[in-house]
């Protein structure tokens, strides 16, 4: 009986290894897996030559720690030509407040004028019905009566004059606050070039821009590097598996089912995770020449799809993890 149950034992853990029945069907396995991380390109934002370059190959690094200058000369001058013209520009808008200034004393004197012309037309009239009525007695000459008369209409057309003086002068004030509109959106488009300026100068110190570690530096002092230029490659330490699963295997996957996975470079040690997420479509629908299998000859073809393992916090081995290690992944699809 003993030897009978070890037997039986004994072929229960071969069925299980081979995922034989009754057996069958409680864990999904792929070795088509790969760490994966958020590896970032370093490269720059402006053109110049790289006057130095602090970090070395591999190294660690902190976010904000430069990894890279470029020579800054250029982009000094031009936010010093920018920030002139944005006090050039507040000089002309300041004209503008003082020019409104002068002719609103302008049309101050030309209500002076415009008060004065009606104090003169006032006694053009006067002097007018005072001539009508010693002109029938007899008292002065038809030829003073004239002038008398021409006088009345010299201080009408100087009165007229006056008044459209001061609507000159209105119209004018208009102009200036209307052209301040324009003033000060040069204003406003001085400073945004003072503010590209200012990026531009900025961006010649080139920083990391999250904790990690260097991968191989490809520039070094001298070389002129343009926009775009990779320079060198971060690494982040936050690392994740995709494994790619035949379409059949993914029928009772579902997020947060436990996944175990081991690792070559480590030697086959087993490390742990959970599912996070399934990936929308299989892997050739995010191909740039997809499949055509409108043709006579179709072979069916089982596709992959991609699922993404966070990997458990805690274990030991998991600073060793590299983005593009092989993993081989096992999902207990029936826990």
């Known amino acids: 009986m003993f030897a009978v149950a070890a037997a039986l034992l004994a072929v229960l853990v071969i069925l299980y290894a081979w995922q034989l029945l009754p057996f069958a069907g409680n864990t999904e396995r792929t070795d088509n897996a790969y760490v994966k991380g958020s590896v970032t390109i370093i490269s720059p934002q402006v053109s110049g030559y790289v006057t130095?370059?602090?970090?070395?190959?591999?190294?660690?690094?902190?976010q904000g720690n430069i990894l890279a200058t470029i020579d800054d000369r250029i982009y000094r001058a031009r936010v010093a030509q920018a920030r002139a013209n944005v006090a050039a520009q507040n000089?002309?808008?300041?004209?503008?407040?003082?020019?409104?200034?002068?002719?609103?004393?302008?049309?101050?004197?030309?209500?002076?004028?415009?008060?004065?012309?009606?104090?003169?037309?006032?006694?053009?009239q006067a002097d007018m019905q005072r001539a009508d009525?010693?002109?029938?007695?007899?008292?002065?000459?038809?030829?003073?009566?004239?002038?008398?008369?021409?006088?009345?209409?010299?201080g009408q057309a100087a009165l007229?004059?006056?008044?459209?003086?001061?609507?000159?002068?209105?119209?004018?004030?208009?102009?200036?606050?209307?052209?301040?509109g324009g003033l000060r959106a040069g204003v406003e488009g001085a400073g945004a070039q003072l503010r590209l300026a200012q990026i531009d100068?900025?961006?010649?110190?080139?920083?990391?821009?999250?904790a990690g570690q260097l991968g191989e530096i490809g520039v070094r002092r001298g070389a002129f590097v343009t926009a775009g230029t990779q320079l060198m490659f971060l690494v982040p330490r936050a690392n994740w598996i995709i494994?790619?699963?035949?379409?059949?295997?993914?029928?009772?996957?579902?997020?947060g089912q436990r996944a175990i996975f081991t690792v070559d470079a480590l030697g086959g040690a087993e490390m742990t995770g959970r599912i996070e997420s399934m990936a929308p479509a299989a892997g050739s629908e995010f191909?740039?020449?997809?499949?055509?299998?409108?043709?006579?000859?179709?072979?069916?073809?089982?596709q992959r799809i991609a699922v993404r393992i966070g990997i458990d916090k805690g274990q030991a081995l998991a600073d060793r993890l590299r983005p593009g290690m092989s993993v081989e992944v096992r999902i207990a699809t029936r826990q």
């Open 52 to 62: 130095s370059v602090p970090g070395v190959d591999f190294a660690p690094v902190r």
């Open 91 to 124: 000089a002309t808008l300041s004209n503008s407040v003082q020019a409104e200034r002068s002719r609103n004393a302008a049309l101050g004197s030309q209500d002076a004028g415009i008060a004065n012309a009606q104090a003169q037309l006032v006694r053009a």
């Open 133 to 154: 009525a010693l002109v029938a007695d007899g008292s002065i000459s038809a030829r003073e009566r004239d002038q008398t008369r021409a006088a009345l209409l010299q």
């Open 160 to 180: 007229a004059q006056a008044r459209s003086a001061r609507l000159i002068g209105e119209q004018d004030i208009r102009s200036v606050q209307v052209g301040r």
């Open 201 to 210: 100068l900025d961006n010649t110190i080139i920083r990391a821009p999250a």
């Open 243 to 255: 494994a790619n699963f035949k379409e059949a295997q993914t029928r009772d996957m579902r997020a």
């Open 287 to 302: 191909a740039v020449l997809k499949p055509d299998n409108a043709t006579g000859n179709f072979v069916k073809v089982a």
